[in-house]
């Protein structure tokens, strides 16, 4: 149980186009999920954290038009990222919290995102 | 905000060895995970022990929360075992990942 998938896997796509990268809880409902940004070699970061239903709460030097991010429903949101520049490039990873239950969250395999 | 820090930063292991990784974090928190990421970059979840102690066959996992540290014991390890390991605390429901362990385990 407790699976989350993404799509896609990986993307490449050129500068200045917007890029939109699904997540999804397969087996559980998620009334919050995060997206994180991860840098070759390095650790972690997380992004924002989207409720359900509600505008995403981004964090200290996340910039909220660059990253668009929706949570419609239960079981999915979206990360897009707009206008894409090479240094947009990264591994995005999110995860969900499973609604009603304790704090423990689920991860996705990530999206590879390389701007060219 | 909350400080992880995690030790050490590289471990090499010949297979069979075992080992004991490190997370230090600097407040109370709620939530403590650690996870396994692998080389194709997916997060596996090892454990969620804000407190306490479990074991999942060859891997247990001990949390002092009075302390403010965690340890991540691995038993005869296998090269399948490498990779990197995070620790992640939160004292609410966002989670703070520490830098890593980077673990190879040779044959």
């Known amino acids: 149980g407790a699976v989350v998938s993404q799509h896609p896997s990986w993307v490449i796509c050129k500068s200045g186009t917007s890029v939109k990268i699904e997540c999804r809880s397969l087996d559980f409902q998620a009334t919050t999920m995060f997206w994180y940004r991860q840098f070759p070699k390095q650790s972690l970061m997380l992004m924002a954290t989207?409720?359900?239903?509600?505008?995403?709460?981004?964090e200290q030097g996340v910039e909220k038009d660059k990253f668009l991010i929706n949570h419609a429903s239960l079981t999915l949101s979206t990360l897009t990222v707009t206008s894409a520049h090479p240094e947009d490039s990264s591994f995005y990873i999110c995860?969900?919290?499973?609604?009603?239950?304790?704090?423990?969250?689920?991860f996705g395999p990530g999206t590879r995102l390389t701007v060219l | 905000g909350i400080q992880v820090e995690q030790s050490p930063p590289d471990l090499i292991l010949q297979e069979g060895a075992n080992s004991t990784l490190r997370c230090n974090f600097s407040?109370?928190?709620?939530?403590l995970q650690w996870f396994h990421q692998n080389p194709w970059g997916q997060l596996i979840n090892l454990f969620y022990i804000p407190s306490g102690t479990k074991q999942n066959g060859r891997l247990s996992a001990t949390t002092v929360a009075t302390e403010r540290y965690s340890l991540l014991y691995i038993s005869s390890s296998q090269t399948t075992d490498s990779g990197v390991y995070f620790c992640?605390?939160?004292?609410?429901?966002?989670?703070?990942f520490g830098s890593g362990t980077r673990l190879l385990v040779r044959p």
């Open positions: 989207s409720n359900e239903g509600s505008k995403a709460t981004y």
């Open positions: 407040d109370s928190v709620n939530n």
């Open positions: 995860s969900a919290r499973i609604a009603g239950s304790y704090n423990e969250q689920f």
């Open positions: 992640a605390v939160g004292s609410s429901y966002k989670l703070i």
